[in-house]
Antibody, heavy 126, light 111 residues
Framework: EVQLVQSGAEVKKPGESLKISCKGS????????IGWVRQMPGKGLEWMGL????????RYSPSFQGQVNISADKSISTAYLQWTSLKASDTAMYYC???????????????????WGKGTTVTVSS | QSVLTQPPSVSGAPGQRVTISCTGS?????????VHWYQQLPGTAPKLLIY???NRPSGVPDRFSGSKSGTSASLAINGLQAEDEADYYC???????????FGGGTKLTVL
């Protein structure tokens, strides 16, 4: 079974650092993108960025560039999302998801997320 | 303000058909980028519902379908059921942002 298992809920103080994880299993981890998505309380989904574990190529949404770091350790099939200095506004649910991308038969480019983790709740409060 | 615009809410009675729109621009839906749809049931992670406009992953009922016209896409749900009550999101790629984007989400209420 293809699945992504995310690390547990975190409660942190402003200014602290944090690294959450997403472990893939049931498929070739190095052959698919892993994307990260934020969902603030009561709000919609926001795409943060992604990484290709095969070569660690990473891309970021302009909204999150410089705010977080996305990395992966292919030896243990795990992707990470990291903050160096958390803010209260980082309080949210964070999802990782397996990404599929390519050129379709119509010539269109596609990127979608077909398998999702259950999410990691991050609470930042003094 | 999301790059892809969805109505905040739609509703319908059981058995009815509802549609959810997703309006973009020439840098995303109107360009060579596919649109995908996700369903998020209350308290759960999103689930892929439709990919590349009108393809359903295994296990998704054929009551769900998608389409595209110009710079907009639509999700249609036929034969509405109580368990369809959820938030629905469209997603595509935007060339001006060089990344993926989501719509703001639409809450479907089954009356």
């Amino acid at each position: 079974e293809v699945q992504l298992v995310q690390s547990g809920a975190e409660v942190k103080k402003p200014g602290e650092s944090l690294k959450i994880s997403c472990k893939g299993s049931g498929y070739r981890f190095t052959s698919y993108w892993i994307g990260w998505v934020r969902q603030m309380p009561g709000k919609g989904l926001e795409w943060m960025g992604l990484i290709y574990p095969g070569d660690s190529d990473s891309r970021y949404s302009p909204s999150f560039q410089g705010q977080v770091n996305i990395s992966a350790d292919k030896s243990i099939s795990t992707a990470y999302l990291q903050w160096t200095s958390l803010k209260a506004s980082d309080t949210a649910m964070y999802y990782c998801a397996r990404g599929r991308s390519g050129l379709g038969s119509s010539g269109n480019y596609y990127y979608y997320m077909d398998v999702w983790g259950k999410g990691t709740t991050v609470t930042v409060s003094s | 303000q999301s790059v892809l615009t969805q109505p905040p809410s739609v509703s319908g009675a059981p058995g009815q058909r509802v549609t959810i729109s997703c309006t973009g621009s020439s840098s995303n839906i109107g360009a060579v980028y596919d649109v995908h749809w996700y369903q998020q049931l209350p308290g759960t992670a999103p689930k892929l519902l439709i990919y590349s406009y009108n393809n359903r992953p295994s296990g998704v009922p054929d009551r769900f379908s998608g389409s595209k016209s110009g710079t907009s896409a639509s999700l249609a749900i036929n034969g509405l059921q109580a368990e369809d009550e959820a938030d629905y999101y469209c997603q595509s790629y935007d060339s001006s942002l060089s990344g993926s984007v989501f719509g703001g989400g639409t809450k479907l209420t089954v009356l």
